[in-house]
């Protein structure tokens, strides 16, 4: 499945399957592919945020500060790639005086493909992605939220929840996370999976998390199915 931001989505055609997808982004944020060009991607984005630097910054202050951006941004995208995922979203660029501590990481899910027709019923759509969801998900602190509906035509589940501080995984501290997982019009075998996650301003349960939460859900409307 395919990534394309600006493409727009023809009408589908009956028994027509989804092979990529769309997402309006703000231009704080960047695409980084992760199954081809994700070096020139990554390449590219830093020559962007590097160029940005004031000239008037002390030559002994950007140094360490390039080395360091280069370093978080090649992490991000080197986690995401470990989990096998398909593109990850990043905001490479500064809110006002604000850097975001989020990302959004884009996957899918493959479910085995029955055999043969007519194997006995199987689980309605809703528990499977459900069930999906629950693969190797990180501890969870407190409640967390569930829901379900549509995104583009397609049936969709949502979850919410502050996932723990995993120090092993370079996630010291707790992050606010959001996963939509949606059923592949015309290939029930496949889900696609967004999931959101942000620290906040230090804080998984700020006011920054909270609005951009709120963001996230806002980006997610825009989701389109691309066909071919």
């Known amino acids: 499945m395919s990534a394309d931001r600006t493409d727009m989505t023809a009408a589908r055609q009956p028994g027509e399957i989804a092979t990529g997808y769309r997402l309006i982004l703000p231009s704080p944020w960047e695409q980084v592919p992760l199954r081809q060009g994700t070096e020139e991607a990554v390449r590219r984005i830093l020559r962007e945020a590097f160029a940005r630097i004031s000239p008037e910054v002390p030559p002994d202050t950007v140094g360490p500060y390039k080395r360091e ?6 992490a991000a995208v080197a986690e995401a790639r470990r989990g096998r995922a398909l593109d ?4 490479v660029r500064p809110v006002g005086e604000t850097n ?3 990302s959004v990481v884009v996957s899918e899910a493959l479910l085995p493909r029955p ?3 007519g194997g006995g ?6 528990e499977v992605a ?10 969870a602190v407190g409640e967390t939220d569930l829901s379900s509906g549509e995104i583009d035509g397609a049936l969709a589940v949502r979850r919410e929840y502050v996932a723990a501080a995993d120090p092993a995984r370079g996630a010291d ?11 592949v019009p015309g290939d029930p075998a496949r889900w696609f999976v967004a999931a959101f996650s942000t620290v906040g301003a230090g804080d998984p349960g700020d006011e920054l998390a909270e609005a951009l939460v709120t963001w996230f859900d806002a980006l997610m409307e825009t989701f389109r199915w691309r066909y071919t």
């Not at 951006?69 to 090649?74: A, G, I, N, S």
């Not at 990850?88 to 905001?91: D, H, R, T």
């Not at 501290?173 to 059923?183: L, M, N, Q, T």
């Open 69 to 74: 951006l280069e370093r978080r941004f090649r």
């Open 88 to 91: 990850v979203y990043l905001p």
């Open 100 to 102: 975001l501590g989020a």
């Open 115 to 117: 055999r043969r027709q």
């Open 121 to 126: 019923a199987s689980a309605p759509p809703t």
């Open 130 to 139: 459900v069930r999906l969801l629950a693969r190797d998900a990180p501890a």
């Open 173 to 183: 501290p707790a992050a606010r996370r959001v996963e939509y997982i949606a059923s």
